[in-house]
């Protein structure tokens, strides 16, 4: 049973005829014919009664036009879903956003795409790439924001690479420096990340090959928590040079950090690796490429 059988037999009886449905459906009187010849043998029951010229319904007919008209608008209205989505008047988009540097990367961005879609639901997770990335493995998350992925099960479209700067308590020893060495630090308290966040295993990295395990003083996934703490003596942060500059304030210094080339800020957009990308996740991953780090800032 195919949908075009079922459509020449419902035109057949609207239209009271094979010709008068032929002519609706552009297609012969013979073709019609036999697509409903091939409903019939395919469901092994008449449907129709031949008397001349005239056709009438029989019992299984009529129960078999009834679900066919129901069908034939299903797939009408299935088709005109597909095409919302497809023209993005419509959808969902599922993704997850770094906690670091959301409000500075980000908000204008999500911003742009809302008026882009704004039939689009999106459904948003923020968090530390951990948790983004097993949020896509499991399928909660379609794409989202992580650190360069060196696991073989993402795909990924690269965003930004920002160095870390240092951000300091104004009474540090240091603080009229115009840089600062990592090395430099090894007896100052470290405000680490929650430890979803990789960019803690990074700095872990960093700290031992130049030959200290850094003093922890307490944990954050907001940057502008972190900075305060930071502004009340607590110790030093390590962010996103992007990040870092809107965060400076009384209290607070800011120094460019000498580090390790890997310990840097690399956020891709990552998804699993051979999935089916939606329109909708589709479309934003377009409007990152068409707004680099430095329009997406200002």
């Not at 906690?99 to 911003?111: I, R, S, Y």
Request: hydrophobic residues 45%.
């Amino acid at each position: 049973m195919e949908f075009k059988q079922l459509r020449s037999f419902v035109e057949v009886i609207h239209r009271g005829g094979f010709t008068q449905a032929g002519k609706t459906l552009h297609i012969s009187q013979s073709a019609v014919s036999k697509q409903v010849a091939q409903l019939e043998q395919s469901l092994g029951t008449p449907l129709l009664d031949r008397l001349g010229s005239q056709i009438r319904l029989t019992a299984a007919g009529q129960v078999v036009l009834q679900r066919a008209e129901a069908m034939l608008r299903q797939q009408a209205e299935l088709l005109s879903e597909l095409d919302d989505l497809n023209q993005l008047t419509r959808g969902e988009l599922r993704m997850g956003l770094p906690q670091l540097g959301g409000d500075t990367l980000f908000a204008g961005l999500f911003a742009e795409y809302r008026r882009r879609y704004p039939n689009v639901t999106i459904q948003l997770l923020e968090g530390g790439s951990r948790n983004i990335e097993q949020a896509i493995l499991s399928g909660e998350l379609e794409v989202g924001g992580s650190l360069m992925p060196s696991d073989p099960a993402f795909a990924w479209q690269a965003f930004c690479d920002e160095p870390l700067d240092a951000l300091l308590p104004m009474d540090h020893p240091l603080a009229d420096n115009a840089h600062i060495r990592l090395e430099e630090l090894a007896d100052t308290p470290f405000l680490m990340y929650q430890r979803s966040f990789v960019l803690n295993d990074r700095l872990l990295q960093a700290c031992q090959q130049l030959g200290f395990t850094p003093k922890e003083s307490g944990r954050s996934g907001q940057a502008d928590f972190l900075a305060a703490l930071v502004a009340a003596g607590q110790g030093v942060v390590l962010l996103p040079s992007v990040v870092a500059r809107g965060l400076v304030r009384p209290g607070v210094v800011r120094l460019t950090l000498k580090a390790p080339e890997y310990l840097r800020w690399d956020i891709a957009f990552i998804w699993r690796e051979g999935a089916y990308l939606s329109k909708a996740a589709q479309a934003w991953l377009a409007l990152l490429r068409e707004f680099p780090v430095n329009r997406a800032v200002q």
